[in-house]
Each structure stands twice: as structure tokens, then as C-alpha cells.
Nanobody, 121 residues
Framework: QVQLVDTGGGLVQAGGSLRLSCAASGRTFGSYNIAWFRQAPGKEREFVAA????????YYADSVEGRFIVSRDNAKNTASLQMNSLKPEDTAVYYC??????????????WGQGTQVTVSS
């Protein structure tokens, strides 16, 4: 019902910034919570940030709090993750996800293909 395409990854030096974009198809986009996850080689997928369907509440992992900002524009069916003060440990494949489950941290049914973020020191 919802298809997601995430873009914006790339190579950046430590301390730099990147903005990831998530473009969604489907007229019910506005009723879904949107989240960003990341997975580094050899590590489990981890929650990064989320924003509720209304855009009224945001959630962040402790590791990115104060550095990343998640936002959405339901009229344009888009969401973004602004990443500032990037660190080498932020290097991972980043995925956007959409879901309507009760948990903002884990209840996601639809996923983007992933975009690589590499932070050099």
C-alpha cells in the first residue's frame, strides 16, 4: 500500500551534514508513522528517529539526540532526516520505514531500499 524510496546518502567528513529524503507513494501516507533505522556491517539494525503521523511528536535514539532532526510534509508525501555533526560511528545503511502499529520504535511494515552514509574521520 505504501512504497518508499530513500535517497541522499553519500560520503562526508566528520562534523559535516547530510539530509536524507524519503519519498512515499500512496494517498494514506499521512496516516503512517515514519521512522529511520540504520544498520552497519556486522551489527543489528537500530532505531534512529521517528515522527508520528501528525508530525506532532518526534523520537530519537540517544546516540543521535541533538544532532539529527526528523521531519515530514504530508502534503508532499515526503519525510526527511537532517543529520548534523556527523561522526564516523554514524556510518551505516539508512532506511526509512512506515507503519501504523502501536509502537513508534518497532511497528513498521514498509521499508525503503536503503541509502549508504559513510562518515570519514
Amino acid at each position: 500500500q505504501v512504497q518508499l524510496v530513500d535517497t541522499g546518502g553519500g560520503l562526508v567528513q566528520a562534523g559535516g551534514s547530510l539530509r536524507l529524503s524519503c519519498a512515499a507513494s500512496g494517498r494514506t501516507f499521512g496516516s503512517y508513522n515514519i521512522a529511520w533505522f540504520r544498520q552497519a556491517p556486522g551489527k543489528e539494525r537500530e532505531f534512529v528517529a521517528a515522527i508520528t503521523w501528525s508530525g506532532g511528536s518526534t523520537y530519537y535514539a540517544d546516540s543521535v539526540e541533538g544532532r539529527f532532526i526528523v521531519s515530514r510534509d504530508n502534503a508532499k508525501n515526503t519525510a526527511s532526516l537532517q543529520m548534523n555533526s556527523l561522526k564516523p560511528e554514524d556510518t551505516a545503511v539508512y532506511y526509512c520505514a512506515a507503519g501504523r502499529g502501536i509502537s513508534v520504535y518497532s511497528s513498521y511494515n514498509y521499508w525503503g531500499q536503503g541509502t549508504q552514509v559513510t562518515v570519514s574521520s
